[in-house]
Nanobody, 118 residues
Framework: VQLQASGGGLVQPGGSLTLSCVTS????????IGWFRQAPGKERVGVAC???????YYVDSVKGRFTVSRNTANDTGYLQMNSLKSEDTAVYYC?????????????WGKGTQVTVSS
């Protein structure tokens, strides 16, 4: 199983980015896709997740700004991030697990850096 996150970069406050998580070896009809982030000096925290049945969860700080989605045809997950703030700066990771959205997910991709700065 492999997960590959991409799409990070440098963006100004108020800008947008879309992260992608290409998976292989799993099917998103049976596995969740979760997005986590780790800011410098802080613990990794969950940001958003979409379950195998399509149910979505968001941490309060990103509700209304971030949208998690997936394409089950190519088993790719997405995190659309709008109205970005400096506090969104972090390394973002995608993770997947058949047990649902959880911080101890079985499979993780390498992170992609998101920097929000003017």
């Amino acid at each position: 199983v492999q997960l590959q996150a991409s799409g990070g970069g440098l963006v100004q406050p108020g800008g947008s980015l879309t992260l992608s998580c290409v998976t292989s070896g799993i099917t998103l009809n049976l596995y969740s896709i979760g997005w986590f982030r780790q800011a410098p000096g802080k613990e990794r925290v969950g940001v958003a997740c979409i379950l195998a049945d399509g149910l979505k969860y968001y941490v309060d700080s990103v509700k209304g700004r971030f949208t998690v989605s997936r394409n089950t045809a190519n088993d790719t997950g997405y995190l659309q991030m709008n109205s970005l703030k400096s506090e969104d700066t972090a390394v973002y990771y995608c993770a997947s697990d058949h047990r649902g959205c959880r911080p101890d997910a079985d499979y993780w991709g390498k992170g992609t850096q998101v920097t929000v700065s003017s």
